[in-house]
Each structure stands twice: as C-alpha cells, then as structure tokens.
C-alpha cells in the first residue's frame, strides 16, 4: 500500500528537518533552499513504516511568500503532518495551514510538535500542546493525535512512525475510476531519459508505454518509464507519487498544474460550477465580479467569482457559484480547491467542484440553473448522475459513473435504480445498451414523428422523410441518431423504408389518375427500352411527386440528373454489361453496339455502375470491380 503524506506549518518550524530525520532524505533540493535553511519549493522524500505501508512525503514551503507553492503540493494527499515549532508556538502560517487542510477536506490530520530540545522552561510544552488543541477544537481536526519530537535527539520519532502508521491504517485506498490523472507539480530533464515530471496520480493506473495526452496544449506523448520512490515500476496505481518518464514532449511545454491522461478522458475547462466555504476569518467576504486566484490539483488560474442568486457570500457562508478562468484547467467533479485574494495576498474559501463542463456561462437569477447547482451539491449519486444523463444525449454506465466521480459498479447500480423509477430510457439492449434521459427521449421521438408526419403530408406519394435529411435536422453525430432511430424502431414508433422513414400505416396511394398517367409513361419506356424518356420528361408528364413515387417504388431507376431506365430493363442491362466486362475490358462504343442504345444513355450506364462498384473506370474501357468467379475451380 502506499500513501502520500503532506507536511504544513509556520516557516521555520522544522517540517524539512523532521521529513530528513524519518527518511534520511533531505528534501530541501534547491542550493537555496539549502543555503537559506528555508523551503521554497516542494520537496519529496518517502520511508516504509513497519506495517509495510510505503509512504511518499510531500514537504511544503511554510513561509507567507510560497504558499502557493504549498498549495500545488498538499493538494490530493491521504494525511497531513501539522509541524508546530515547541519554542514558539502557533503561528500565522500554522493557522493558515491548518484552514488550508480543513477547506481542503484532508481527512486525516497529525499534530507534531518539534524543536523540544530547545526548550528550557518546565511546562512550556504542555502549555504549546493546550494552545494546539484550542486552534484545532473548532475544525474536523479536534481529535486529532500529537506528538512532540526532537529531529534532531531523535526522542519521540518512534512514536511518531506509529501515530502516523495508526493514522493511516484505515484510510480507504484511492478509487480506480479507469481514466488516470497525473497533475504535473514537478518538470525536468534527466540526462540520458529526457522529460520526467512527477505528481500524485489519481482517478485511475497508468501503464509504461502507453500514449498519453498533456492537457490544456493537447500534446501528445507516450510513457516512456514509471517510477515510484525511484523504483522502477510497470504500473503505477492511484494514490501513488509517480516519476513519469515521457517521450515526444519538451520539458519547455510543460507547466506545473499541467495534466498527463489518457487521450480523450478529460477535455480542459474554462468554466467550473462550484460549492464554496468562505473562511469566518477571511480577510473580506466574496463578492459577484470578484477577481480570484484558484488552486485546484498542481494548477494556479486567475478567476472571475460570479454568483447567480446575491451579491456576495458573507464570512463564514457557504454558497454555489461559477467561475470563469482566464485560461483553461482539468479538473474532475468532486476535485477540491483553495480560492485566494491576488493581492495583498490571503486565502478566502475553498470549496468542492460540482461540474467541471457546464455548458455556458449563467446567467444571473437563473432559476433553472440555481435548481441544477442545488441538486449537484446536496443529491444522492442517483440524483446526480440523473442530471448528468439530462444533459447528455447517449451515455454508457460507465461514462456517468467516470462524469459524476463514482466507481463504475456504484454507477451500474444508479442507473439500474433511475430505470426502475423510469427516469432513464435503454437504447439498444445487451452489454451494448446505452443510457438516455426518458423526457428526453419522449421529446424526441414526437419531435421525430412530427417531422416524419409534416413529411407525409407534403409528399403523400413518397414513402417517408429521408433519413439523413432528419439527421442534419437534429443535428446529433451520426452513431447516436443511428442508435437512437434504431430504438424508436424497435418500438415501433417509426419505420425504415429503404433510406426513408415513415410513421407506422403510412402508404403511398396513388389515384387512378395517377396510375393511369404512369401507365402511360411505363409503355413509352416498354417502346423504347434502350434510349427512353428524359428525367425532365417524366417529370414534365407525371410531376414531381408521382415521378418521385415511381422511384421510390421501383417502377424507374434514375442512373442520373437526365437518364432514366424502367426498372426490369435497367437491371438486364446490368446484367449484360456485366458478363461482357466479365470477359475482358470493355469500351463506351462496345457496350453502346450490345445495348442498341446512344453513347448518352450507355455514358449514364456506365458512371452509374461505377458509382455503385460494378465497375471500374481505366482510361477508355472498363473492368469489373470484383474478379469474376471462377466455376472451374470450384
């Protein structure tokens, strides 16, 4: 099992020290960051406890002036270690960690109080110790255990490693929702490997050799080699702090923040419907309009706070909201985030993502869509994955589940129930079956009849409304409307006529004037077989929809705009040109002598028969599209 763990505390606390003193690793990397004796940037270290959990240490910066870089690192971590210096006490930074967690909602918290060796006076620990537990008593944190240590004695580190082992044990291993995501909050080049960037995977494992795509610039990649705790490693699972080596990409294309996933699993967003929790400390509340800079995974964006229903969440509030980024992020629903003001400089709220692709931008006093954010905060899976699967047009169980941040199996068992309360619709059946919200397949199965229906009463002749003409109507891709059209089939509620649909009971009847006028044109075509009347013609003589009739019938075949055969013709004509190009290529002039026609109607022939692959053009002559099949050999 391994577990990332995330240190945070006031500057100068000792975090970098006690992560060397359990590790031997110092995470410090930086020259400066050594030379100061101060972190800056994220540091890494990992140690096995002696259950055998293998844990990866994230070490934050704890000074004022990189807490943003605190933010990209504590982000996604199983547990927190809160470092509070013994000889000093609660802090400004160690009030503003510890708000970080709890927005955050990192569920597993450690208290460490570190530096007792320098400290002289007979109860000052205890009295640190009270001043921790009265920070933590208004938090999810109250109960949380603490030690007190010295780095550099050594005294109470055992303790520590079976707090921390205690703390971790129950903690539930991270969901595989089948569509990993590395958040990059580290990019280098390794000399001999090339770019390696390193961050804790989530949603999902990720293979070696696998092709990748870098999300926002959309770049592609492919996994070169994984490691894990510098152990190589074939997989690396979710949960897990992970060093992927990429290949196809520059190490200069690469921000922190970036995601690494498979191709087509995320798709970056500029627009994210939130649930968000203003600190009661908050240097001011959130105002409609405001400018705001987002943490969300290793990402920093600036961003516009826009409420729907009021003006401004209080200190202390709690609110829904949408945010418009300057530029685009990945994110998933139920991703947490820190909201900060730019400058001067102070963490405001943070709250949870509740959909990360909202389809616009709201508009203010929106009830619908105030009504939609109030299901995606307070509603069961089944409420939500039903909202979901309103805004989609097909879905599998699998892409809801993956949509609304759910194992896949939780996912089956929602739809199963949306089902049975007949909320959602099956198109297809089987393992193949897809997912459609039933008003919506209402509405559209009458906007479908409809469409079908003012058809039939504009061309009553004709057999139904071209099924690719009601396509580009819906405007929906084509496998959908073929899954979809295949449904309302399968229940009836339209027909397929060759290339046409028709509502049930539809048939073209032609008056006896009508019959007696194609009866007419049938007998000028029975007089002159191989060179009969024009498309103009006919229509001139039956008009347009009883000519139309005629075809969609199979009493004509049209070959082009001006040439039309009677049907029985034309196909002796198909099957006589076929056994002359059989025998060898043919040309315009052979096939003209074997017809007894012109070289109009025999040029429309041909191009037709080449269109449809009974033959095939070569300079001057003509060969059949298929061999002929050998009897002899059979």
Known sequence: MIRVVGTAGHVDHGKSTLVQALTGMNPDRLREEQERQMTIDLGFAWMDLPDGTSVGWVDVPGHRDFIENMLAGVTGVDAAVLVVAADEGVMPQTREHLAILDLLQVERLLVVLTKIDLVEE????????????????????????????????????????????????????????????????????????????????????????????????????????????????????????????????????????????????????????????????????????????????????????????????????SGTAQLVLERPVVAARGDRFILRRPTPGA???????????????????????????????????????????????????????????????????????????????????????????????????SQWQNAVGVYHSIHPLRHGLPREELRSRQGIEAVAFAAILSEMVRRGLLLEVGARLSLPGHQPLPSPQDHERLGRVLDAFAAAPASPPSVSDCREELGAELFAFAVESGFLTQVSDEVVFRTQDYREYVDQISQRVGQGPTTVAQVRDLLGSSRKYVLALLEHLDRTGVTVREGDIRRLAKPARNEAAD
């Open 122 to 317: 007979e109860g000052w620990v205890a009295l640190v110790d009270a001043e921790v537990r009265k920070l933590l008593s208004g938090t999810r944190y109250g109960e949380a255990p603490l030690v007190a240590v010295s780095s550099v004695r050594g005294d109470g580190l055992d303790e520590l490693v079976q707090s921390l082992a205690n703390l971790l044990r129950d903690a539930p291993a991270r969901p595989d929702l089948g569509r990993p995501r590395l958040a990059v909050d580290r990019a280098f080049t390794m000399q001999g490997f090339g770019t390696v960037v390193t961050g804790t995977l989530a949603d999902g494992k990720l293979d070696g050799g696998e092709a990748v795509v870098l999300l926002p610039s959309g770049q592609a990649a492919r996994v070169r080699g994984l490691q894990t705790h510098r152990k190589k490693v074939e997989t690396a699972y979710p949960g897990s702090r992970v060093a992927a080596n990429l290949t196809g990409i520059e190490v200069t294309d690469i921000d922190r923040g970036d995601v690494v996933c498979h191709p087509g699993t995320y798709a970056p967003t500029a627009l994210l419907d939130v649930q968000i929790r203003v600190l009661a400390d908050a240097a001011a509340d959130l105002r409609h309009q405001q400018s705001v800079k987002l943490h969300i995974g290793a990402a920093e964006r600036m961003a516009t706070f826009r409420l729907l229903d009021r003006e401004r969440v209080a200190r202390g509030e």
């Open 347 to 445: 963490t405001l709220a943070g709250g949870v993502v509740l959909d990360p692709a909202p389809a616009r931008r709201h508009r203010r006093r929106d009830q619908a869509a105030a009504a939609r954010l109030q299901t995606l905060e307070q509603g069961s899976t089944i409420e939500v994955l039903a909202e979901e699967a309103s805004r989609r047009v097909l879905s599998s169980s699998s892409e809801l589940a993956r949509a609304v941040g759910v194992p896949e199996e939780e996912g089956r068992r929602a739809v199963e129930e949306l089902v049975a309360r007949h909320r959602l619709v099956s198109v297809g059946e089987g393992a193949s079956a897809l997912w459609m919200d039933v008003d919506r397949f209402e509405s559209m199965s």
